[in-house]
């Protein structure tokens, strides 16, 4: 069942959750509502005219022409110099089509205006800057460094068509081996722009080519009937029940793609990291390169979603440290464990036998049961969350990241459902080290990825009925990001954690965590930090892992600024939420405050500003 917008406006105390406020409705206005204006149309145009350029997200949001053998899941992303300027000027026309666009007296349609416009100006605002990709509808806003161990199309296309493309149909099936046989075409490109890029003075992090090489050759290596993209193939056309000739001839063709023309392409691709690596910085930060402090500045304020200088976030980073240190030193003294920092002391509570889960497949299948338990016992409590009518009925699926991908992976992240709803939102988990994910991190890494974070937010927003394409597409990473660590604290405020300190420490943990990342993040890119220098850092403030130290300052290397949208979209929203409980009194609702926050999907904080407290 659906909500109306005006079922959702009773339901939060008149709150025009598509934009208007607050403030509730006059009886007169109510009596005659405004015209709407006819936006679906141009906006549905303007994303179909930017979806020819990135198939790939065409695919992974499942729109109808990625889907069954549509043009746009037989192709990758063109990713060549020509490619990459064609996209940002299809970007800039984008933007000149929206300003030209009026809703004025439709609070429903100037939202989705406002948001699509948000969408556009957070991609082009680095367009002058020419290296690197552009990444308009995704999380990682302008990426500087075309190939990483973290991103590019030697991780994204095979992970595309690894978990999300269709193989339910003959069609499908056809369409994935048309991709697979684009790789030829597809990596030259890539190549192209690794050399078009470091002749603009673009030299990415040597550490971070040399750890590109293990990714290409682990495609390479091994038979080819057991390389993961066939492994995948061959088993999701199982599960799709289609005939077994059909699959076996399917699957004959697509290890004929792999062996001449994939893995070839992945080759040249290898040759040319290994050609560049001798000639990459030695320095870490974004600040070495060309105009590197302005594309820094527009990630900051695109990801971030932010005015703050990084002088000022750095400083709010080690305020925040320091007070989740103290609450935390508080609890483990409470516990008996007094000596050594709080970081020490968490690391030995890590490494402790009984807090992890054994390294094996029993300990990682127990890992994924007790996930599921701690998602279904959230999901039990929704009434506590959302009002009736905007509850998720979809429930959401757990399961191990293949270990082809575990590599280049975090320890979990969230796959939201495809438009069409024939895809589920699945909370993957990254079982190849098991003493990164201790017992006591799982519920609130779960709380994060699941219920009530980042599931909870996209199957709101995926309910909401007929809402443009481009508006649908929307992502805003200190939103969604910042609701998800909203979302672990929220359910340390239900009670969680009432019975378990140890996983309350755990919380504390991940929020000190995303604190440091304000620190570490602008440290590398504005402070001039080094890549030694950060991890250790991390390591010794948080007590993480070494193994996911590495990894996360790698991953700020390479994606700058998107580390930035957690903790500061949380504690905007925790100041929305404040505010709007002095404002209200004893009328405050904490769930309509998330009905507020969710109902009209993601949006700049400003927007979700507007929607909480109508200013």
């Known amino acids: 069942m659906r909500t109306t917008r005006r079922e959702l406006a009773a339901l939060i105390g008149g709150a025009a959750i598509a934009g208007a406020g607050i403030a509730g409705a006059s009886s007169r206005a109510a009596a005659k509502a405004p015209p709407s204006c006819p936006l679906a149309t141009p906006l549905d145009a303007i994303a ?6 990135i198939p790939e997200t065409a695919t992974d949001a499942g729109v109808a022409e990625a889907l069954d053998g549509g043009p746009l899941a037989r192709r990758m992303d063109d990713r060549s110099p020509a490619g990459e300027a064609a996209w940002r000027d299809a ?39 020419p290296y690197g990709r552009i990444d308009a509808f995704g999380f990682s806003g302008h990426v500087p460094y075309a190939v990483t161990p973290v991103a590019g199309p030697h991780i994204d296309t095979i992970g595309t068509m690894v978990t999300q493309q269709s193989l339910a149909t003959p069609a499908a099936v056809d369409a994935w081996i048309a991709r697979l046989d684009s790789f030829p075409e597809g990596f030259a490109g890539v190549i192209e722009k690794l050399k078009a890029d470091e002749a603009d003075g673009c030299r990415p992090p040597r550490v971070l080519l040399e750890k590109t090489m293990p990714v290409i050759a682990a495609f390479l290596d091994g038979p080819a009937d057991e390389q993961p993209l066939i492994v995948a193939m061959r088993r999701r056309m199982e599960a799709a029940a289609l005939d077994s000739g059909l699959r076996a001839a399917a699957e004959a063709r697509a290890i004929r793609a792999l062996e001449k023309r994939a893995r070839p392409a992945f080759a040249a691709l290898g040759r040319q990291i290994d050609e560049m690596t001798p000639r990459g910085r030695e320095e870490a930060g974004l600040w070495t390169q060309p105009e590197g402090e302005a594309l820094y500045a527009a990630n900051v304020r695109a990801l971030g979603d932010t005015a703050l200088a990084p002088t000022e976030i750095h400083a709010l980073g080690l305020d925040e440290v320091a007070r989740i240190g103290a609450e935390m030193n508080h609890l ?130 995926l309910a909401r009925g007929d809402v443009p394409l481009l508006v649908r597409l929307a992502r805003f990473n200190a939103y969604q990001e910042g609701w998800a660590l909203y979302a672990e604290r929220l359910a340390a ?8 300190p140890l996983g309350n420490l755990g919380r504390l943990q991940d929020d000190l965590f995303r604190s440091a990342r304000l620190v570490v993040d602008t440290g590398l890119h504005h402070a001039r930090w080094g890549r030694a220098q950060a991890i250790a850092w991390l390591r010794d403030v948080t007590g993480v892992a070494e193994s996911r130290c590495v990894a996360e300052v790698e991953r700020y290397m390479a994606w700058p600024g998107q580390g930035l949208g957690y903790k500061l979209g949380q504690l905007r929203l925790l100041d929305l939420r404040a505010r709007l409980r002095r404002l209200k009194g004893k009328g405050f609702s904490r769930r309509a405050f998330h009905a507020s926050v969710l109902g009209a999907g993601a949006m700049p904080l400003d927007l979700v500003q507007r929607a909480v407290l109508g200013a």
């Open 91 to 129: 970007l800039a026309q984008a933007g000149r089509d929206l300003a030209a666009l009026d809703c004025t007296g439709d609070p429903a349609g100037a939202l989705h205006l406002d948001v699509a416009r948000a969408v556009v100006a957070n991609a082009v605002r680095s367009a002058s800057i």
């Open 48 to 53: 179909g005219r930017l979806l020819a350029f």
């Open 493 to 500: 405020e239900m009670g969680a954690y009432a019975h378990d």
């Open 332 to 461: 483990l003294v409470l516990r008996g464990l007094r000596r050594g920092s709080v970081a020490a002391r968490m690391e030995a509570l890590a490494n402790d036998p009984a807090n992890l889960f054994p390294d094996s497949d029993e300990g990682r299948a127990r890992l994924l049961d007790q996930a599921r338990a701690i998602v279904r016992a959230m999901e039990a409590r929704y009434a506590e969350i959302l009002p009736a009518a905007m509850i998720p009925r979809d429930p959401l699926e757990v399961r191990r990241l293949p270990p082809a991908a575990e590599r280049s992976a975090p320890g979990g992240f969230y796959d939201g459902p495809s438009l069409d709803g024939a895809r589920p939102g699945i909370y993957w988990i990254n079982l190849r080290d098991m003493n990164a994910v201790p017992r006591f991190r799982l519920p609130t890494l779960s709380y994060h990825e699941g219920v009530p974070g980042h599931h909870t937010q996209s199957a709101v927003a």
